[in-house]
Each structure stands twice: as structure tokens, then as C-alpha cells.
């Protein structure tokens, strides 16, 4: 069955510390990886798209990795800021269609406090 | 970034009532979605569109309709809704570019509520 599993379902961190969130996926055959932002009461924004074959991506302050392999992905959050504060969805999507089928997460949700 | 807008925010009604909520896109996308989300929980995709006159269901059955007789315009209807259609309704588009890397670009979102 194609998963897409995370963790910390919750986590709480000071401001200015880093942090690293945990996505590992069972979809298979695989076509790329996504980390999207949410903000309480908006649409998820997108962070990342990773392919196959890149290792890391980086967005200002955010660095995802993806070990292909092993079917894990994180997501590191550098020198967190208070508007960090979200949650982050981890989407995997397939190669089974032209769609591209996306499997989403539950999310990461993360609270920075000052 | 993403000019996707959804109305209204947030809506309550009650049970049996007839409701459609907008989703408009100014971005040119040939592909258009709606997904479900309940607090906590993962989205879950109920209808999508690849163009004007085409929609398809998604994965999680649902009870509402869609139409997409233009291509900046993906409305959803319930015809009557009940309680257990309250939850968060997300729009969101995507460019034809090609199959994998796509993009995708969210709405705010509606808020649901059925008393």
C-alpha cells in the first residue's frame, strides 16, 4: 500500500534553533518528492520538488534530502524564525498515470517560540 | 504568488441546503483540483479537471459536483449538504508543463461548517 509516513507529528523548538522533520514514503515507482508549508487556515505553499536523482534542494532556510534507496526525506529548518510556525506536508507522487497520483502526509506541525 | 482565489473563506449553513463553493484561477492552468481536509489529516483529493469540459472524481468519494466550463473557473456544488460534509475544501491548479514536476498552487481555502 503506498504511504506516506511522518515525524514528529508535533514539535516545539525556540527561536533561532534548527530543527529536522522526518518523511519516509512506501510509494512506489516513484517520481518525485514535494515539501509544502501550511499555514493555520491557508493553502499549503510549496517548499521543494525533488526528483529521482538529486540528493538535496535547498529554499532560503529550508534543505530537503532524499535518500531514494531508503524511501526517507527531511526537511531541515535552519536558524527557525516565529514564521516558521506551521505545518509541513511531505507529497509523494508516482508514476502510475500522466496525473502523476500525489500521496500526502499528515504533516509535521510546528510551533517556534520567542 | 499563487493567484488562486477561493470564496467564501469560511461558510455555515444548515443541514439541506444547496451550496457551491468558488475556485478561480488567473494563471492560465489546464489543471485544476479539490481536496478535503480534516483537522490533523492528510488531503485527500476528491475531483480534478485536465481542462474545459473535462472532470473527473478523485479518490475520496464524495457527493459533491464540479464543472469547468472555463479555465480559470473550477466551482463545487453539494446539493444538499449534511454535517458530515464539514471540513476544509482547498483549491488548487497546475500548469500542463509535463507530468512530474508540476507544481502545485493553493487556494486559502473554504472552511465548511454544517449545523
Known amino acids: 500500500k503506498n504511504q506516506v509516513e511522518q515525524s514528529p507529528q508535533s514539535l516545539i523548538i525556540l527561536e533561532g534553533k534548527n530543527c529536522t522533520l522526518q518523511?519516509?514514503?512506501?510509494?512506489?515507482?516513484?517520481?518525485?518528492l514535494r515539501w509544502y508549508k501550511q499555514d493555520t487556515g491557508r493553502g499549503p505553499v510549496s517548499l521543494t520538488i525533488m526528483t529521482f536523482s538529486e540528493n538535496t534542494k535547498s529554499n532560503g532556510r529550508y534543505t530537503a534530502t532524499l535518500d531514494a534507496d531508503t524511501k526517507q526525506s527531511s526537511l531541515h529548518i535552519t536558524a527557525s524564525q516565529l514564521s516558521d510556525s506551521a505545518s509541513y506536508i511531505c507529497v509523494v507522487s508516482d508514476r502510475g498515470s500522466t496525473l502523476g497520483r500525489l500521496y500526502f502526509g499528515r504533516g509535521t506541525q510546528l510551533t517556534v517560540w520567542p | 504568488e499563487a493567484d488562486i482565489y477561493q470564496t467564501p473563506r469560511y461558510l455555515v449553513i444548515g443541514t439541506g441546503k444547496k451550496i457551491t463553493l468558488e475556485c478561480s484561477q488567473t494563471?492560465?492552468?489546464?489543471?485544476m483540483y479539490w481536496y478535503q481536509q480534516d483537522p490533523g489529516m492528510e488531503l485527500h483529493l476528491i475531483h480534478y479537471s485536465y481542462g474545459v469540459n473535462s472532470t473527473e472524481k478523485g479518490d475520496l468519494s464524495s457527493e459533491s459536483t464540479v464543472s469547468r466550463i472555463r479555465t480559470e473557473h473550477f466551482p463545487l456544488t453539494l446539493e444538499s449538504a449534511r454535517p458530515s460534509h464539514t471540513s476544509q475544501y482547498l483549491c488548487a491548479s497546475s500548469p500542463s508543463l509535463g507530468v512530474s514536476n508540476e507544481k502545485l498552487f493553493f487556494g486559502s481555502g473554504t472552511q465548511l461548517s454544517v449545523l
Open positions: 494563471m492560465g492552468h489546464d489543471k
Open positions: 518523511c519516509n514514503y512506501t510509494v512506489s515507482p516513484f517520481s518525485n
